[in-house]
């Protein structure tokens, strides 16, 4: 017979195994999100990703037929998601892209970059599912080299000036990742109508 003390800690050991199920990424563990309110002051050296750095200049072909160029999204809020499709994490975050887009419209820009697969392989994901935000295809990992992580889903929001304004590894359900990017992108937007000065995204 169990006594009260082992009963709690199983519990306690229970629950802790459920939160860690709950926020997960693919091949890697998961790691907090991180804020503008945690950035550092010091400069960073070229490449480093981290809040407060700047976030290095991209273009990528979308699935579309258009382009996606990182500078050239200067008056917005961009949330910058890498994913897979046999990522499960990846795939049930996947909701509150449309939600964001549907929510912000052309207060942000959101590219959706999937890791490695071939362009059938997630033009049929895609349409099967009814999603039509912006995707790119990562196939040689050039991106994901600029933005170097543990796991996926990884996602970054830049800020209107150009710097990295959250970071996170893992995801939960799409409700509870559309609430956490919308308060991120909600503190990128109004620290930018309160700081930013146009002529200098960017420099």
Request: aromatic share 10%.
């Amino acid at each position: 017979m169990y006594s009260s003390r082992t009963g709690k800690t199983l519990a306690l050991t229970a629950l802790c195994a459920l939160l860690a199920l709950t926020l997960a990424a693919c091949g890697a563990p998961t790691v907090p999100s991180q804020n503008g309110s945690d950035a550092p002051e010091e400069s960073f050296a070229p490449g480093v990703i981290a809040v407060g750095a700047p976030a290095p200049d991209f273009t990528a072909d979308l699935l579309d037929g258009t382009s996606f160029q990182l500078s050239e999204q200067k008056d917005k809020a961009v949330l910058i998601n890498f994913w897979a499709t046999w990522c499960g994490p990846c795939v049930g975050e996947l909701p509150a892209f449309t939600r964001l887009i549907e929510t912000y419209g052309d207060k942000i820009s959101l590219l959706a970059v999937n890791c490695g697969e071939n362009e059938k392989t997630v033009t049929d994901f895609l349409e099967r599912n009814g999603y039509t935000f912006p995707v790119a295809l990562d196939l040689e990992g050039e991106i994901s080299s600029l933005y170097p992580s543990d796991g996926i889903p990884y996602t970054l929001i830049i800020a209107p000036d150009g710097t990295i304004s959250s970071i996170q590894l893992g995801a939960s359900g799409a409700d509870e990742m559309f609430d956490h990017y919308s308060a991120e992108l909600d503190k990128a937007l109004d620290y930018a109508a309160h700081s930013v000065k146009k002529d200098e995204w960017y420099d």
